[in-house]
Each structure stands twice: as structure tokens, then as C-alpha cells.
């Protein structure tokens, strides 16, 4: 049998065999499905001609300032331009121009090797090589053996673009939007019609990111637009105490991104991200995940889930908690409304916990008994620019995960109320509000996980509730009874 219990975790990975390993690599990545209305119900459209499953196998090309760098070249790939698959997928976005924008996050979890002996040490040990192992995929399949193949591990960690109107198109890793756990890539327009994409890292002490289009976008050509992301310039914030920010750019030769701190090129730049942004001073933040605009009031908002590994001495403006076990909300404000500008101001919204219980929370005083939240993951705006939050990890905080929603402006300002509440073991991801306000879209992810939960008795049977049937995570569409505006 291939299913394993959740409770033996990371033990029982690490003595799969190559047929499990096998399951396991055909389960990551991502699908395009078609979806359409059908009444007041939305429905999965058959035998679409755009439905196509991307996963470890799929042949990608790899683009921008990494493709064809000695870094990046194996022995199954020796130019350096093209990969097998994405791993690990998290969170994500679009484009102006109609494509999907899917992060892969903690793809170290995968690669086997001994990490003292990579023959780039400081690339390694900056993104974890070797000591989170988390999956036995290197002892069957060379490609993720380190030892093996040192530069395997380079060519992923990437933003991949994805047409879902083409199933026949090839994804593309775009390496100019820089490489780490991403979780997030969301766009907003500037004001002379270039593109900019934030994007959060999701690790402890990690960096909010910024990557800059260098041309506009052509809103009368999509094909103009194909290749948009791989010139430009990538960005990394750094937060002041007195409430102002910059966005500090990581170009090779500027500052201290320079051949003797080890960057010869942006290849280098882009693949040691997090190497470049701890030279530039940027501001490690609590667990940044997703990173969204409000198209109301274009300010930007971030997802701090938490830190609780941060000490006193390192408490600052933007991460103002030591033990940050709850996560808070970020509000950015570009500089003269524009998101190519390197200057703006930020302010905190939301400092999640139980007021009264945990310290340091921030909400509207007349937040209710039930309107608090724990552990922010993903965010989404509505037309009216309401932000509606996301959890993950509320087990932290003895609630279930689920999805609240407040106004970020007048006297509802960081009034949260729950909307949601998610099944046993859940986490609760991915809201999409539709254009027309009149259907919220939500993934149930990992239903099911915890302690005490096994296959075989499962804490939920989520959806079905079946008792031949297993938890299985789902896509989930919200409407009113009368059709009306959600939340309204």
C-alpha cells in the first residue's frame, strides 16, 4: 500500500521505496482545470481542451540572467537551459497578460547529499542543502542526489510561468524574479505601464521582494508580452524604524553584489538571492508569505505568519513581537502611488493572537470573541478592496484554521470577522474572489493532518465523509443562496 500515516512523518519518507517515491514526484506541481457556471453551481468543464497536469516530469525551459550558467548545468542538461519539473508549489499569482504565475517554495526538502562537502558552500548552506532533508527522492532517482549532481538543486526555487490558454505551450522558470522559498508572486501595474511582481520568502528572518519589469506591457499584444519577465530589475526591501522603506536593487556590480563577495554576473545574483539581500542590509522579516495588492487603495499588504524564533535583541519596527507565535499583517505604501518607486511607508494593520491572552496584538477595538486570527498565510482583496486573510498553523493558537475578512480603511479598519472555519487538520488557502464579487473560491489543504490523525483513522473524512474514502484536499466555491455579493 502507498499511503502512509501522517503521524509517522518525516521518519517513514525517508524509507520510501522508488515505487512511493514515485507517487510522491507525480504529486507535486500543478494543474490547469477549466471551470465554468452552471447555474448557481460551479463545475469542473470535461474533457477540456486546456485541462493538463505539470508536474516532476514536465520539460521546462529555463529563462532569464540563470539560463545557460555554468551553475546551472547537469549532466542530463549540459547547456544549462532546460529542467525537468517544478517541486513544492506554493501560493502563486498572474499576469496582466493572462498566464499563471506558480512559486516553488521548500524545494530543499527533496535533495539528498552531504552538505559540507557541495562544492559551493555558501550557496548551500544559505538555502539549506542537506540538513532539512525531508524525502528519500535522492536515494532512487539521481537527479536529486546532490553528491551526484551538485547543480541540480539551482534550478529550482524559481517563479514558472505557465499559459493556461496554450496546453501545448512549455513552462518557463523565470530567473530574473530571483531564486528562494517563494510563496507569492502578485502584480501590480506602474504608472508608466511596467510590471512590478512582490513576492514573500517564506522562512524565518527571510526578505520581501520586488521585481520590476524594464519595459511596459502591451495590453494590445499578448505575444508582446511573452518574455516581459526576464528583463528588469529585482528588488529587496528594507523597512525603517521611523516608518519609511526602500526597495534596494540587486544588481551585480552595484554596492556590495560585486566578483569578491562572489557574484560574477546576475546569474549569480539571482541564484544566491538571499546571499545578496543579507549584503544589501535588507530587513529579515517574520515567515513573508503571500504579498498582495490592493486594487482599491494600491497599497501593498503582506503575510508575516510567524517567527518564534525571533529574540528580544531583534525585535524592530516592522517585526515588532520576540516569540512571534502568531504572525501580523505589513501595510506598504509606494511613494506617490507608483510601483516602480523605491521609496514608500509602511504601518502595521493587523498583530494576530488573542487579545488578552497574547501580547502585542493589534486589532479594531471592537473586534468580537470569535473575530481574532492566528498565523496569516494567503490574503486576497475583493472590488471593494476588503482584505479577507487566510490561516495556517491556528492548531498554534487552539483555533481551526479559516478565513476572516476586515476593511483596511474608515471606522472598520482592522475589524476582522470570521467567515470561515476549515475542517480538522486543515489548512485554509488560495481565496480568489471573483470579479463579480458573487463567489469565493478557497483550497482545503492537507485535511486530516496532525497528531492523533491517521490514514486509517483519519481526525476528518473531508469532503466526502465516507468511511471508504480517505481526506482528500478540495477546491471549494462559496455563493450566497440568493446570489448576492459575498460578505455582503
Known amino acids: 500500500m502507498l499511503f502512509r500515516s501522517v503521524g509517522e512523518g518525516r521518519e517513514a519518507r525517508l524509507k520510501a521505496t522508488a515505487e512511493q517515491v514515485g507517487v510522491e514526484m507525480a504529486a507535486q506541481g500543478g494543474s490547469v482545470l477549466e471551470i465554468a457556471r452552471d447555474g448557481s453551481r460551479w463545475k469542473v468543464v470535461p474533457d477540456s481542451k486546456y485541462a493538463r497536469r505539470i508536474d516532476t516530469s514536465t ?25 525537468l519539473g517544478m517541486i513544492n508549489n506554493c501560493a502563486g499569482g498572474s499576469t496582466p497578460w493572462g498566464t499563471w504565475l506558480t512559486c516553488e ?5 527533496y535533495f539528498s547529499g552531504t552538505a559540507d562537502k557541495h562544492p559551493d558552500q555558501p550557496l548551500a548552506r544559505r538555502y ?42 512549455v513552462p518557463v522558470k523565470r530567473t530574473a524574479l530571483g531564486r528562494f522559498a517563494h510563496e507569492g508572486a502578485t502584480y501590480a501595474i506602474a504608472r508608466d505601464g511596467r510590471v512590478a511582481i512582490y513576492m514573500g520568502d517564506d522562512s524565518r528572518f527571510e526578505y520581501i521582494y520586488k521585481f520590476v519589469t524594464a519595459r511596459p506591457w502591451n495590453p494590445n499584444d499578448r505575444g508582446a508580452n511573452r518574455d516581459l519577465l526576464d528583463d528588469g530589475t529585482l528588488h529587496v526591501a528594507r523597512f525603517a524604524a521611523d516608518g519609511s522603506m526602500v526597495w534596494l536593487p540587486l544588481i551585480q556590480g552595484q554596492g556590495p ?62 517585526n515588532p513581537r520576540a516569540k512571534n507565535d502568531h504572525g501580523h499583517i505589513l501595510e506598504m505604501t509606494p511613494k ?30 471592537a473586534t468580537s470573541e470569535n473575530g481574532w486570527l492566528s498565523c496569516p498565510d494567503n490574503v486576497a482583496f475583493d472590488s471593494k478592496g476588503r482584505l479577507w486573510i487566510a490561516m495556517d498553523s491556528g492548531e498554534v493558537a487552539g483555533i481551526a484554521d479559516g478565513l476572516y475578512a476586515c476593511d483596511v ?15 480538522r487538520g486543515a489548512e485554509i488557502c488560495g481565496p480568489l474572489i471573483a470579479p463579480d ?41 462559496i455563493t450566497k443562496k440568493d446570489g448576492g455579493v459575498i460578505g455582503s
Open 59 to 83: 520539460p521546462m525551459r529555463i529563462a532569464g540572467p540563470a539560463s545557460g550558467h555554468a551553475k546551472m548545468k547537469t549532466s542530463a542538461d549540459p547547456a544549462g537551459t532546460k529542467v
Open 336 to 365: 506617490d502611488g507608483d510601483h516602480a518607486s523605491t521609496e514608500g511607508s509602511w504601518a502595521i494593520l493587523i498583530a494576530a493572537g488573542q487579545p488578552g491572552k497574547h501580547e502585542g496584538t493589534k486589532y479594531h477595538p
Open 128 to 169: 539549506g542543502l542537506g540538513r532539512s532533508i525531508a524525502y528519500a527522492w535522492g536515494r532512487h532517482v539521481d537527479r536529486f542526489d546532490f553528491d551526484k549532481e551538485p547543480n541540480e538543486p539551482n534550478r529550482f526555487g524559481w517563479v514558472v510561468e505557465i499559459d493556461p490558454y496554450d496546453p501545448q505551450s
Open 409 to 423: 480603511a474608515g471606522e472598520g479598519r482592522a475589524l476582522t470577522r470570521q467567515f470561515f472555519a476549515g475542517p
Open 257 to 318: 553584489l560585486t566578483a569578491e563577495n562572489g557574484f560574477l554576473s546576475q546569474a549569480d545574483v539571482v541564484m544566491g538571492a538571499r546571499r545578496a539581500a543579507d549584503l544589501l542590509k535588507a530587513t529579515p522579516m517574520d515567515r513573508p508569505e503571500d504579498v498582495e495588492t490592493n486594487p482599491v487603495n494600491g497599497r501593498v499588504y503582506a503575510a508575516l505568519s510567524n517567527n518564534g524564533s525571533r529574540k528580544p535583541e531583534q525585535v524592530d519596527g516592522p
Open 437 to 477: 464579487d458573487r463567489t469565493l473560491f478557497l483550497a482545503i489543504q492537507h485535511p486530516g493532518e496532525g497528531p492523533g490523525s491517521s490514514y486509517e483513522k483519519p481526525s476528518t473524512r473531508w469532503p466526502d465523509f465516507k468511511d471508504s474514502l480517505p481526506p482528500r484536499p478540495s477546491i471549494i466555491a
Open 105 to 109: 517554495e521548500n524545494y530543499n526538502f
